[in-house]
């Protein structure tokens, strides 16, 4: 199965969006609506666990995001520079603070968010100098969802497509659309427009369906595939993952058998991982093994972002963790 995404050589991989912390009830049960003990706050955002985990892998890997004059703010920064990503994009507010998200578990496994990004630095984000020039040299976008309901960094998004596809580079687009944030009709005809024009798409459950507009998993490949997407990575939790691609027999990766203590930010890692390995030149089975291990670790700690792994940490995982057999 031919490499759809660009070498890493090309520039680094980017991600526009939110940078958050999160701070975790300790206790499981619905809502806020009573005083609790937490734990935080982690350094968080779907886009910046993504590149941190693409970054720490060995990738080439840049954030587009915004933070505040704070220290979660600077909790931000820090992780993500220690881990090996470009924060020169990054711009500190001096007037708004860092973005936030608040969670509880459900005893079923759902969770209640509560967030603060539209009156935050995280949406106070846009195309300045030191964006152009990042997004001029880069080889990759990698969207996430939750980020086009930010105006300005669905602004940015749009843009830097355009620059990135033009110079040779491709995209990849993981749909996660949080029900907590508001998507409205030009969000969704944005997130219509980027699967129409990435290579990759990483969807879990039935966001494969939502983002195909169609029904069960061989309609929705087929139109994805005649639109022009070039490859389907499908995270299916417990049952492992599947890659697709036109013309090609699936390929598929248990899942590790791991306790599960905190699955907030798996499906960040598992991509962030899977795209940095295709983009060094690794094939398929070996990217998708990595990625689905990036992805199981993560749970096994409380935090979205401290469990990203470096290379080395993940082959000794992948060395000592049974899988589920299916």
């Known amino acids: 199965m031919t490499c759809p995404l660009a070498p890493d050589t090309l520039g680094p991989t980017i991600c526009v969006g939110e940078i958050l912390v999160e701070i975790m009830a300790t206790s499981v049960g619905e809502g806020f609506l009573a005083p609790m003990d937490l734990a935080g706050p982690y350094p968080s955002g779907a886009p910046a666990i993504f590149i941190d985990q693409c970054a720490k892998i060995g990738g080439s890997a840049a954030m587009i995001g915004a933070v505040g004059r704070d220290d979660f703010g600077r909790l931000n920064l820090d992780r993500l520079a220690a881990d090996g990503a470009d924060i020169s994009a990054i711009a500190v507010d001096p007037d708004y603070p860092t973005g936030s998200a608040f969670v509880r578990y459900r005893a079923d496994g759902a969770r209640d968010f509560v967030y603060n990004i539209a009156t935050s630095a995280a949406?106070?984000?846009?195309?300045?100098?030191?964006?152009?020039d990042l997004v001029g040299r880069a080889g990759h976008l990698h969207?996430?969802?939750?980020?086009l309901s930010m105006p300005g960094a669905a602004r940015v998004i749009e843009r830097a497509a355009e620059v990135v596809k033009r110079r040779g580079g491709t995209i990849s687009v993981d749909p996660n659309l949080r029900k907590e944030l508001a998507h409205d009709a030009a969000t969704?005809?944005?997130?219509?427009?980027?699967?129409?024009?990435?290579?990759?798409?990483?969807?879990?459950?039935?966001e494969l369906d939502h983002a195909a507009g169609a029904a069960g998993t061989d309609a929705a490949l087929a139109r994805l595939f005649d639109r022009g997407v070039k490859e389907v990575a499908l995270k299916q939790g417990r049952a492992g993952a599947t890659v697709f691609a036109p013309g090609c027999p699936p390929q598929h990766a248990p899942a590790f058998a791991v306790t599960e203590l905190d699955p907030t930010g798996a499906g960040d890692c598992f991509g962030g991982a899977y795209v940095a390995c295709r983009r060094l030149g690794m094939a398929v089975p070996v990217a998708l093994t990595y990625a689905t291990a990036a992805g199981a670790r993560t749970v096994m700690r409380r935090g979205p972002m401290e469990g990203a792994a470096t290379r080395a940490e993940l082959d000794a995982f992948i060395a000592a963790t049974p899988r589920i057999a299916p």
């Open 188 to 206: 969704g005809r944005l997130f219509s427009d980027l699967v129409g024009i990435c290579d990759l798409l990483l969807p879990s459950g039935d």
């Open 123 to 132: 949406a106070r984000l846009g195309w300045t100098d030191r964006v152009a």
């Open 143 to 147: 969207v996430m969802g939750s980020a």
